[in-house]
Every structure is written in C-alpha cells, then in structure tokens.
C-alpha cells in the first residue's frame, strides 16, 4: 500500500469514527427528549408517591443520558482533534497497527468495528492496550487475550 493509499484508509477509519459517534449522541439526545416528554406527560394522582417515583426514575434516566451524551461530544471532540496525515513509526494517536488477523486503529474507544470489510478495533489512546502498544514497532510481539502476535505494519 502505498503511502497515500495508508493515509487515505486512515481518513475512511477517522470519518467511519466521527459517523458513529455523530449517531450515537444524536440517539442520546432522541432518548433524552423522549424522557422529557413523558414526564411532561405523567399526571399527578392520587397515589402521589407513585407520581413522585416516577418523575425521579425519569430525571435520573435522563441525567444518565446526558453524561453519555457528554462522553460522546469529548470522544467528538478528541476524534476530531487526531491527524491522521502523519505515517508513524510507532503507535500514538492516528495510528493504524496490523498484526497478525487483527487490526487496531488509536484513535476513539468505539471497540470492534467493521470498515471496508475489515474488522479493526477502535482504541482510546488512553486506554490500556494502546498504552500497552507504545513504543513497539513492526515486528515486535504484542500479548492480546492471551495470544502473543507479531506487529505487522504501522503507519
């Protein structure tokens, strides 16, 4: 692959990213407007503690979307923020590392991903493989699930 061909499959990656995340915080907020309205529904009755249950159950649903909704606008964010114009010699942010049947893209924890018919794992650069991935470099072993493999190629 060529050099251009590798930075272009990086931006296929980052957008496929930014897609995802995009539909996940618009579902987030769906989710959130549909909580609101159906405590902007619930009557109070005469079994005011039932009402009163309610309306908590559906504030507390509604906070919990909210911060994942905030989760997701950081992950955006971050996302956004990664170049994926530079060809590493390592793994940092905006890398792609191949190994053996397994693919790691470091950029937004979005997990197992399929893109362009490839599985690729989507990493956080915070998170502990892509940690563990640092400083390595084509041909170094990489233990994962209990299975050591040889790094093919990163860019």
């Known amino acids: 692959m060529s050099p251009s061909e590798k930075i272009h499959f990086k931006n296929r990656l980052k957008q496929f990213g930014l ?9 987030a907020k769906e989710a959130i407007e ?17 009402y009163e249950t309610g309306r ?11 911060r994942q909704s905030a989760e997701q606008t950081k992950e955006l964010a971050n996302l ?10 390592t793994p940092a942010a905006g890398a792609f590392v191949s190994c053996q049947g397994l693919s790691f893209f ?13 599985t690729v794992y989507f990493l956080s650069p915070q998170a ?9 470099k084509a041909g170094d072993l990489l233990a994962f699930n209990s ?5 093919l190629e990163i860019y």
């Open 147 to 151: 299975t050591d493999l040889v790094i």
């Open 128 to 136: 502990p493989l892509a940690r563990a991935l640092e400083n390595k």
């Open 56 to 66: 908590a159950m559906g504030h507390l649903q509604k906070d919990m979307l909210a």
């Open 80 to 89: 956004h923020a990664i170049s994926i114009e530079t060809l590493y010699p």
């Open 106 to 118: 470091i950029a937004a924890g979005l997990g197992r991903q399929v893109v362009d018919g490839q």
């Open 19 to 27: 897609s995802l995340i995009g539909q996940r915080i618009a579902a």
């Open 34 to 50: 549909q909580v609101q309205q159906a405590a902007n529904q619930e009557e109070k009755s005469s079994a005011g503690d039932k």
